[in-house]
């Protein structure tokens, strides 16, 4: 059973910086992308960015300069630096995995149970 595991959220005045982590376990043959989803309060979930296994990497503009992901393989581990943080940035913050499972080598998707990320001003 495949389990993303998420840690590092919290609260944080504006301006300051915090780091996020996902270990993906469980059954993985290989991993195609992982990221970082967020859902704001009265939001949609949107994309804040995603790396596939070659390092390529896609942000949102909201994010760019400001967030960097980046992603250990032999962990399964994604990770997402965040700085000069703001109010806008406070959202239940999701780790996604594009990956191939099982025997069968089955591609699926899987999401963590989120961490949420408060931003003071």
């Known amino acids: 059973q495949v389990q993303l595991v998420e840690s590092g959220g919290g609260l944080v005045q504006a301006g300051g910086s915090l780091r996020l982590s996902c270990t993906a376990s469980?059954?993985?043959?290989?991993?195609?992308?992982m990221g970082w989803y967020r859902q704001g309060p009265g939001k949609q979930r949107e994309l804040v960015a995603t790396?596939?296994?070659?390092?390529?990497?896609n942000y949102a503009d909201s994010v760019k300069g400001r967030f960097t992901i980046s992603s250990d393989n032999a962990k399964n581990t994604v990770y997402l630096e965040m700085n000069s943080l703001n109010s806008e940035d406070t959202a239940v913050y999701y780790c996604?995995?594009?990956?191939?499972?099982?025997?069968?080598?089955?591609?699926?998707?899987?999401w963590g149970q989120g961490t949420q990320v408060t931003v003071s001003s």
């Open positions: 469980g059954g993985i043959f290989s991993i195609n992308a």
């Open positions: 790396i596939t296994r070659g390092g390529s990497t």
């Open positions: 996604y995995a594009d990956l191939r499972v099982g025997l069968l080598r089955s591609r699926l998707e899987y």
